[in-house]
């Protein structure tokens, strides 16, 4: 079993519709990030959480520490949020290496 | 500012060649990690360094190697390439407690 496991695998919506995605780890962390992959490879950080709630935009990360939970939640979406999202944890044994989960393929149709 | 950046963007090398990868970090950032990224095992830590010394290392074989020099610049090694070996290979830079910064990458085929 995986450390980090997401789900869906992949996600077709309409525009508009509200998106969410969900992270599940196994381990104590000291922080949760949210990273999107565009085609051609290039990976953005879009959030680091270790506790509760942040807003960017239309895009809401959320976490919940005691039941190892993380949402990201995309509000109106819009075709160019197409793009793979993954979910990584930075373990909370002194050892600052991420460890990713598999990702989320989201395909937004106009 | 300028972003991290990741030279060659692309390469194609023969098997058991071996292959030098360039990372430049955000001005000021010390950490720089390095990544895997293949179809079929998803992206994978390789190493982690801060002010010159190796922090973490990932499950990678010993022909996997890197180095971080005076001004953060950060190369990874890789000896005797195997098929395996082809991946999109990314680094990152980060200030302590803010997040990562991710190149573009650099994708590698080994034929």
């Known amino acids: 079993k995986n450390e980090v496991e997401q789900s869906p695998q992949n996600l077709t919506a309409q525009e508009g519709e509200f998106i969410t995605i969900n992270c599940s780890y196994s381990v104590g962390i000291s922080a949760l990030h949210w990273l999107q992959q565009h085609p051609g490879g290039g990976i953005v950080s879009l959030f680091m959480l270790s506790s509760g709630k942040k807003k960017h935009g239309r895009l809401i990360a959320t976490i919940n520490i005691q039941e190892k939970h993380s949402s990201l939640h995309i509000t109106a979406s819009h075709p160019r949020d197409s793009a793979v999202y993954i979910c990584?944890?930075?373990?909370?044994?002194?050892?600052?290496?991420?460890?990713f989960g598999t990702g989320t393929r989201l395909t937004i149709i106009p | 500012k300028a972003g991290v950046t990741q030279t060659p963007r692309y390469l194609i090398k023969t098997r058991g060649q071996q292959v030098t990868l360039s990372c430049s970090p955000i001005s000021g950032h010390r950490s720089v990690s390095w990544y895997q990224q293949t179809p079929g095992q998803g992206l994978q830590f390789l190493f982690e360094?801060?002010?010159?010394?190796?922090?973490n290392k990932g499950n990678f074989p010993g022909r996997f190697s890197g180095r971080q020099f005076s001004n953060s610049r950060s190369e990874m090694n890789v000896s005797t390439l195997e098929l395996g070996d082809s991946a999109l290979y990314l680094c990152?830079?980060?200030?302590?407690?803010?997040?990562?910064?991710f190149g573009s990458g650099t994708r590698l085929t080994v034929v």
């Open positions: 990152a830079s980060s200030l302590a407690g803010f997040g990562y910064t």
């Open positions: 990584a944890v930075i373990s909370n044994f002194g050892n600052e290496k991420l460890t």
């Open positions: 360094y801060f002010s010159e010394t190796q922090r």
